[in-house]
């Protein structure tokens, strides 16, 4: 079958295309496959619905087994990108069912477009999202390596490593040329190989210091005409990147290393040499290890953490001491971390060899492995051994380490419900470390650990901030986060879309749905719906590709509230519905609770009262996984409404009263319209 630009909206075109030599026998199929097929393809003899297409692909399945027992066949689609999109439902389940049958299905399209045959789904279902790209990356469209590639590899951190392990089937393949090669090319395609770039004059100027003789592009003319590598007069290219890896597979060690003196040797980049210098020395090395300390320093400063943790452990290997391996595989521990690289992380740490009697070394191993771990579990012994930790660092002068865990500590305070005494050691413990009043951890902290009580000198200090502008999109997220959690929604929408705006720019993909959400709750409440609606229809996708069911969750429930609030009930329900689902398998009574405001909000407006105060109740209730003591201030006025219009007016009163007494005598401008709009809605 061929796709046809002007057929691509005609149903089953081009599937009756490949069938037509085939549909003698479409008499022998069951007769519902018999009719979907027919009417597919309008041979059917009355008119009738639609065809259903899985019938009409079990049809074609039938056909094309019971074929190829006579003889085998070969299906061929070419110019696939223009084929119907029923025809491609189809194909795509046909081909996951292809296996033990004398049927190979060819497949072609333009470059630039890309269709869902996923043959690598099919084998290595299971695959990370990180390593089945780089699978499809390097086995560039070889189904054999599709194939075979998932063999040896299927961890997520194993995306990113420098060479893929080929089995030897693959090895044989992509190596099997050259064997052929005269000596001198083989050189420098080891040289093309190991190096980071393809110019050819780099490539020819290594081969000269290799083989200490003149090397003109002559000597690549071997390897060009085996097909090997595409050369012009600047680069050269290997036509496949497997062949790249069987090069560099079939090389032994110590040809590895020449090369890599050789290319250190002409490469005038600063960084790259470095790089060659690094792959070439044997033994410690502790003067290059810190030329890679200053290279890793550059790396991070234009947003290449990865390189960055790469270089690092590079360093650590070349170290002589422990104290400096030591301090090397922490540093880079603490980017794996910033990554969100789990598996990474512990491997770093092992490496560190962090003793129990180093307190600084074990509060920033704490501090690791405490943002590794998801912050909603309510872990309330999680608090104490952050502040412990918080001391720890504190201890040995490193302030900026103690600010960090105290502000995780009061985060988790804020998620897990903590009590009046850990929520006190959490400020006890900030107030010791003198943090000046507009550093943002500092205002963090207050608001997570005592929203109401500390809110108009957090709101003080975030409208100074607010004033400043040019922050760091990390410290923007906070500041952001933190005036949300106050009711300062017009600063967290401020601060939030600095933040955003920062994280798009580095591609920090898993920071951005975090930071989206919150910008989306953010624009809601102060009524930018459309604007919120955008941001958390883009946390969910953010968060969907990086896996994190927390944040998709998250922007669930603000997409639910905003439906609700706009009189769109079905629609509310069916996000709630969805958000619940995903909420409860993470545990967070933050997002449940959020999720129980929001379906109370959409009772109230469709006039259902009693439903409502259901609802809103159970963030007041201590033994219901909806409880959360700092969310309980926004569901304030609705609260009140739903128990006066159901008859639980003594509900309502109590309720104001509690938040009276515990909130800061001179509320925020949040807090303070909500308490007015509560006595307003309640019974004089």
């Known amino acids: 079958m061929t796709g046809v630009l002007a057929e691509v909206n005609l149903a089953f075109a081009g599937l009756q295309q490949a069938l037509r030599p085939l549909m003698k026998l479409a008499k022998a199929l069951p007769p519902r496959q018999q009719s979907a097929l027919l009417n597919a393809f309008g041979l059917g003899e009355e008119a009738a619905e639609p065809p259903d297409v899985w019938l009409v692909a079990l049809a074609t399945l039938t056909l094309l087994t019971e074929s190829a027992t006579h003889k085998p066949i070969l299906l061929v689609v070419d110019d696939a990108q223009w084929l119907d999109e029923a025809t491609r439902d189809v194909l795509s389940f046909v081909s996951r069912r292809l296996s033990a049958d004398s049927i190979v299905l060819l497949l072609a399209l333009r470059e630039g477009f890309s269709l869902p045959f996923g043959l690598l789904d099919i084998r290595a279902p299971d695959l990370s999202g990180k390593l089945r790209d780089r699978f499809l990356k390097e086995a560039a469209g070889n189904p054999l390596a599709l194939v075979e590639l998932p063999h040896n590899l299927r961890t997520e951190d194993d995306g990113e490593a420098p060479w893929l392990p080929l089995t030897e089937r693959l090895e044989r393949t992509f190596s099997s040329r050259l064997s052929g090669l005269p000596g001198a090319t083989q050189m420098l395609l080891n040289v093309a190989a190991e190096n980071d770039g393809t110019s050819l004059h780099e490539i020819l ?159 920033r191993v704490g501090w690791c492995r405490e943002m590794s771990q998801p912050l909603m579990v309510n872990d309330l012994g999680r608090i104490s051994a952050l502040v412990n930790l918080a001391d720890q660092a504190r201890a040995a002068g490193a302030k900026d380490l103690a600010s960090n865990l105290l502000w995780r500590a009061a985060q988790r305070c ?92 580095q591609g920090r993909i898993g920071n951005l749905a975090r930071a989206l959400f919150a910008q989306a709750w953010a624009e809601m409440e102060v009524g930018d719906w459309i604007g919120a609606r955008r941001e958390a229809e883009e946390a969910a996708r953010f968060a969907e590709e990086t896996g994190s069911a927390v944040w998709t969750a998250a922007a669930t429930i603000v997409k639910a509230q905003l439906a609700g609030m706009q009189g769109r009930l079905e629609q509310a329900e069916t996000c709630a519905t969805e958000a619940e689902r995903l909420v409860l398998s993470t545990g967070a009574s933050f997002l449940l609770a959020m999720l129980q405001l929001g379906r109370g909000i959409t009772a109230i407006g469709a006039g259902r009262h009693l439903e409502a105060f259901e609802h809103l109740q159970r963030l007041f209730a201590p033994a219901d996984p909806a409880f959360n003591s700092g969310l309980q201030f926004f569901a304030l006025a609705d609260f009140v409404e739903a128990a006066v219009y159901s008859d639980h007016s003594q509900d309502a009163r109590k309720l104001i009263d509690e938040v009276e007494r515990v909130s800061d005598p001179d509320p925020v401008p949040w807090v303070a319209t909500m308490l007015c709009m509560a006595w307003l809605r309640s019974p004089v």
């Open 205 to 363: 100027r290594a081969g000269e210091v290799l083989l200490a003789q003149n090397i003109g592009v002559d000597a690549l003319a071997p390897a060009a005409s085996a097909q090997l590598i595409d050369l012009d007069a600047m680069q050269v290219r290997f036509r496949h990147p497997l062949v790249r890896s069987a090069i560099h597979r079939t090389a032994d060690v110590a040809t590895r290393q020449r090369v890599h003196s050789a290319l250190a040797a002409v490469i005038e980049d600063q960084d790259r040499r470095l790089w060659h210098r690094a792959a070439a020395t044997v033994g410690p090395d502790d003067d290059l290890a810190a030329e890679l300390d200053l290279m890793a320093s550059r790396a991070q400063s234009r947003g290449a953490n990865t390189m960055a943790m790469e270089v690092l452990q590079i360093a650590a290997k070349l170290s002589s001491t422990a104290k400096a391996r030591r301090e090397r595989f922490l540093q880079a521990a603490e980017i794996a971390t910033d990554l969100g690289r789990p598996g990474l992380l512990e491997h770093l740490l092992r490496e560190a060899e962090v003793e129990p009697s180093d307190r600084l070394g074990g509060a």
């Open 414 to 505: 804020w998620w897990s419900n903590a009590g009046s005494e850990l929520r006190a050691s959490v400020l006890t413990a900030a107030r010791s470390l003198e943090l000046s009043e507009l550093d943002p951890r500092g205002i963090a902290i207050s608001a997570y650990s005592d929203p109401l009580r500390r809110s108009s000198e957090v709101y003080a200090g975030l409208k100074l901030l607010s004033q400043k502008g040019g922050h760091d999109p990390h410290v923007a997220r906070i500041l952001g986060s933190t005036a949300n959690v106050i009711g300062a929604f017009d600063l967290g929408v401020s601060f939030l879309a600095e933040s955003t705006a920062g994280l798009r720019k």
